[in-house]
């Protein structure tokens, strides 16, 4: 960004000009403001709560009308300004005209590069253009909802899921013999990560791992590894300083040299076509696709929000003039 471009977009900030136009004018967010959540806009305090940022730029919107209601714009520090939409049309239009043809959008990859930064740029998650294109064409049939939901898929995870599920209950029966007691209480999350982490790798890879592996090692790596990237995405700086000074690059070394394990046996199936590997084809060497694993393992640990939350969508606007005649 030069100088110009920067000069001239804090000159528009400071007498509160709007910088978009069209028929579904959105309002401006404040940095400050009493009885909100927490700023509008991620730091090391709040980045773990991508909720409230949210809530907080809808948390004075209802004094407003039309779509100023639904459609916010953080715009400060000279940097290009950054709308946070929860109108259905508006999201549609925007979805419309984002790919890699000449005028379209580009997808903002700003909030996921920490995730680049230790995933690879070269993935389905932070690439643009032709290449996000090519990968999406190439993913879209074999891993679709259409292709997945069959009941002929779903025999061929059979046995994959009983020997799962056996293994799971005759743990739970050891555990009860040797404490003597009828109900034994766990801690539900950590047994989630881990059997999830299981089917993605055993029953929808195809590959070979232990729960106890699981457990002990690659569930801690890929725990570290998320919170890793997140805060590499928020404040990249200071945490490669705090790294730096309490000796966690060396644990932080060795938990990607795990996951980097796990990615392989997440691979290691594909030559025999075993899980839905066989489903998939291309050319591409599995070097290629490493990026696309690498985002894929830790992923299903995301949250899935059912609350209206689920639907913001959040677009860096470049060019402005694009958000135009949206209905």
Partial sequence: MSFQTWSARLRQQFRGVNPFDGDCLPTRVSLFGFGRPTLPFPHLWNYKNPIKIFETFYSDAEKET?????????????????????????????????????????????????????TGEDSLLYSNGPIWRRQKRLSAEPFSRANLFQPEKFLGFEQTFRKTVAERLETLRSHQQASGEKVSRIQLEPEIKVLMIEMLVNNFFGGRVSEKELRNRFVPAIEMLIDHM??????????????????????????????????????????????????????????????????????QWRPRPRSRAGRYHIYRTHPISKIRSMR
Wanted: hydrophobic fraction near 45%; glycine fraction near 8%; aromatic fraction near 6%.
């Fill in 66 to 118: 039309g779509s100023g209601k639904h459609n916010r714009y953080l715009y400060l520090a000279g940097l290009p300004p950054v709308l946070l939409t929860r109108e259905p049309a508006v999201i549609k239009a925007v979805l419309a005209a984002t790919g890699d043809k000449p005028g379209q959008f580009d997808r903002d990859t700003s909030p996921m590069a920490g995730i680049a930064r230790a």
């Fill in 230 to 299: 997140i805060s590499d995405t928020v404040a990249p700086v200071s945490q490669a300083l705090f790294r730096m000074l309490t000796g966690r690059n060396a644990i932080l070394k060795q938990k990607m040299a795990d996951f980097e394990a796990l990615t392989d046996i997440a691979l290691s199936g594909r030559a025999e076509g075993l899980g839905l590997w066989n489903q998939f084809k291309s050319d591409a060497t599995d070097e290629a696709l490493r990026s696309n694993i690498r985002v894929f393992l830790p992923g």
